[in-house]
């Protein structure tokens, strides 16, 4: 079975930084494409950023380009997202998602994996 299990979220300040991570287990972690989504209410689950699995491949929503970083530890199965110069339209709840194989894909539909997300909060 898998379990995707992401921590590290919280309230911040605009400006500030934060780190969030996703620990996997029951998954080929080191062939698998990793992704992290958001998802505010009464919108639509967004696509933030994709890793492959390899780390030597990354890909960004607009939105986030230049401040959100994605790495991964294939020792520790874990990806990660880090945060810096954090607006409020940042907030959301921040999941992570995984697929087997390859392809940084930006829709949800492409990833079978689903953590159950970590709520980011970004006050003005």
């Known amino acids: 079975q898998v379990q995707l299990v992401e921590s590290g979220g919280g309230l911040v300040q605009a400006g500030d930084s934060l780190r969030v991570s996703c620990a996997a287990s029951g998954l080929t972690f080191i062939t698998a494409t990793m992704a992290w989504f958001r998802q505010t209410p009464g919108k639509e689950r967004e696509f933030v950023g994709a890793?492959?699995?390899?780390?030597?491949?990354?890909y960004y929503a607009d939105s986030v380009k230049g401040r959100f970083t994605i790495s991964r530890d294939n020792a520790k199965n874990t990806v990660y997202l880090q945060m810096n110069s954090l607006i409020p339209e940042d907030t959301g709840v921040y999941c992570c998602?995984?697929?087997?194989?390859?392809?940084?894909?930006?829709?949800?539909?492409?990833?079978?994996?689903w953590g159950h997300g970590t709520q980011v909060t970004v006050s003005s």
């Open positions: 998602a995984g697929r087997q194989g390859g392809g940084l894909l930006v829709f949800q539909g492409h990833y079978a994996y």
């Open positions: 890793i492959a699995y390899d780390s030597v491949s990354t």
